[in-house]
């Protein structure tokens, strides 16, 4: 299949939207990038890798992060979800992926399957 890389943050309801897309695919590997309350909290039915950031230092830093976590882990046309979190990490994500020069496409739950945008 793909890689799915989805934030996992802020936004009512949205960690049961990243729930669903993990649940229905069939994911290569499903890397969030969360917080530690993140990392804590969620619970997922599949393997999921956590990408750790600190929202208060800044998308550059964020961006960094999420680069050294996922480079040379992912490679070629990945699914991606920004449905959950704020607009900075999102912005510090599509920075990270476009710099490590992977294809994206958006994805999201619908019912009980996954579409691409």
Do not use: P
């Amino acid at each position: 299949m793909a890689d799915l890389v989805a934030c996992l943050s802020t936004g009512k309801g949205s960690w049961v939207e990243v729930a669903k897309l993990i649940n229905n695919e069939k994911w290569d590997n499903v890397y969030l990038v969360t917080n530690d309350f993140g990392k804590e909290k969620f619970s997922a039915d599949k393997e999921v890798k956590f990408v750790l950031v600190d929202v208060n230092k800044g998308m550059e830093s964020m961006k960094q992060s999420i680069m050294g976590a996922l480079k040379e882990k992912i490679s070629g046309d990945i699914a991606v979800n920004f449905v959950s979190g704020s607009g900075k990490e999102h912005m510090a994500l599509f920075a990270a992926l476009m710099h490590l020069g992977v294809g994206i496409r958006i994805v999201a739950a619908a019912d009980s399957d996954v579409k691409e945008l």
